[in-house]
């Protein structure tokens, strides 16, 4: 059983560019949530994808965009870059029915933006 | 204001020392969890607590839950440096969609 995988690790884009960053759900989980985590901050909820819908939002601006695909994995998208938006993506799968209640985490993608 | 306070901030104790780290809200949790997360990784789950007056252990770690789902609280018997990371408190409000809502974290050190 393979766990959540996240790519790139790390990644430098420059202010205004756009980012994908994508993730793969634990085996078996269709629940997908992202979350951005800034340095010496716990995680902040950006949002989650159930069965391929959205299924809530945090308190982030329409440039955090996201899809997820029929096998859940999961990508979240970032336009119009932002230097306050240079953070840890933590990406965390759930199982079926259990949403949030057991989250498991990647090791995240730190991203950069200069 | 954040939804869900955690204290210390920060701790650096010496090996073999005790240690409570603290998780409180005004609002009930559903459900509490304690995550540990080192430098460069993710969050790894602790421990889920649910029902109010709950307490788990977890080898030196002893987790308890508040009777009115309104704190927690993680204590470390006996640190070691392998202890040292970030532990943070995440709690599933109804109120908020049943999403995970994260503390700012409490960094540990355990110096040798």
């Known amino acids: 059983e393979t766990g959540v995988t996240q790519s790139p690790t790390h990644l430098i884009k420059t202010r205004g560019q756009q980012v994908t960053l994508r993730c793969s759900s634990q085996?078996?989980?269709?629940?997908v949530s992202w979350y951005q985590q800034a340095l010496g901050q716990g995680p902040q909820f950006i949002f989650q994808?159930?069965?391929?819908?959205?299924?809530g939002r945090g308190n982030f601006p329409p440039r955090f965009s996201g899809l997820q695909f029929p096998n859940y994995s999961s990508e979240l998208n970032v336009n119009a870059l932002e230097l306050d938006d240079s953070a840890l993506y933590l990406c965390?799968?759930?199982?079926?029915?259990?949403?949030?209640?057991?989250?498991?985490f990647g090791q995240g993608t730190r991203l950069t933006v200069v | 204001t954040q939804l869900l306070e955690q204290s210390p901030q920060f701790l650096s104790i010496q090996e073999g020392e005790n240690l409570t780290v603290y998780c409180n809200s005004s609002s009930v949790f559903s459900s509490l969890q304690w995550y540990r997360q080192e430098p460069g990784e993710g969050p790894v789950l602790l421990v889920t607590v649910v029902t109010g007056g709950e307490v788990k252990k977890l080898k030196r770690l002893t987790f308890q839950f508040g009777d009115a789902r309104k704190d927690s609280s993680l204590h470390i018997t006996a640190a070691q440096p392998g202890d040292t990371g970030l532990y943070l408190c995440?709690?599933?409000?109804?109120?908020?969609?049943?999403?995970?809502?994260f503390g700012a974290g409490t960094i540990l050190r355990v110096k040798s």
């Open positions: 994808y159930y069965r391929e819908e959205e299924n």
């Open positions: 995440a709690g599933v409000f109804m109120e908020y969609g049943n999403k995970l809502v």
């Open positions: 965390a799968s759930s199982p079926q029915g259990m949403v949030d209640t057991e989250a498991f």
């Open positions: 085996s078996g989980h269709n629940t």
